[in-house]
């Protein structure tokens, strides 16, 4: 019998993740009146989180950039031409002391991806400028990343992404009212 037109053997998809083996481990142990759903949720947002910020890692590490770097170039980055701000906002958008930020400008402006310009208003103040190389390489950072990103939704449809962003938002919302303050 010719087998070359027949379907090849089918690949088997998991239907369980490592939550549902680790809770399957320990539910004995748990106390009775805890909620497993809840427990597997939070889990799961936990790992994802932390295989975001492991690819993340990946991309800046890549580009010889720290997080804390990456925060400045967003920071000016998305302020719009010119691409600037001052030194203590950047600080605090980037939640560093004001030492912290000092040691991390210096290595950005080393690295020819910030400036430092006086502030004419206030000569006590410091401008922070994004320069065109920082710009380029945000956007090279973003064009790495991308499609890692992509990746998260990679097993969803259209319908089912747009699901889950619903979804998501409404538990956002519920906790950003419960424990409002700095978005991360």
Do not use: C
Request: avoid cysteine.
């Amino acid at each position: 019998m010719n087998t070359s037109h027949m379907p090849g053997p089918k690949k088997k998809t998991r239907d369980k993740d490592h939550v549902d083996g680790f809770l399957e481990e320990i539910s004995a142990d748990l106390p009775a009146d805890l909620d497993l759903t809840v427990e597997g949720i939070v889990d799961r947002i936990g790992g994802i989180n932390h295989r975001i910020k492991r690819m993340h890692n990946e991309t800046l590490e890549q580009l010889g950039l720290t997080v804390s770097d990456w925060h400045v170039l967003t920071a000016l980055r998305w302020t719009g031409e010119p691409y600037r701000r001052k030194a203590g906002w950047l600080a605090r958008r980037a939640d560093l002391t004001t030492g912290a930020m000092t040691s991390r400008l210096d290595a950005l402006e080393k690295e020819g991806l910030v400036r430092r310009l006086r502030d004419p208003e206030d000569r006590r103040s410091v401008i922070v400028e994004l320069t065109e190389k920082g710009r380029e390489k945000h956007e090279l950072a973003m064009a790495i990343q991308a499609p890692k990103e992509t990746l998260l939704a990679a097993a969803l449809t259209d319908r089912e992404k747009e699901q889950l962003n619903s979804l998501l938002r409404r538990v956002m919302i519920t906790l950003e009212d419960r424990y409002p303050g700095r978005r991360d």
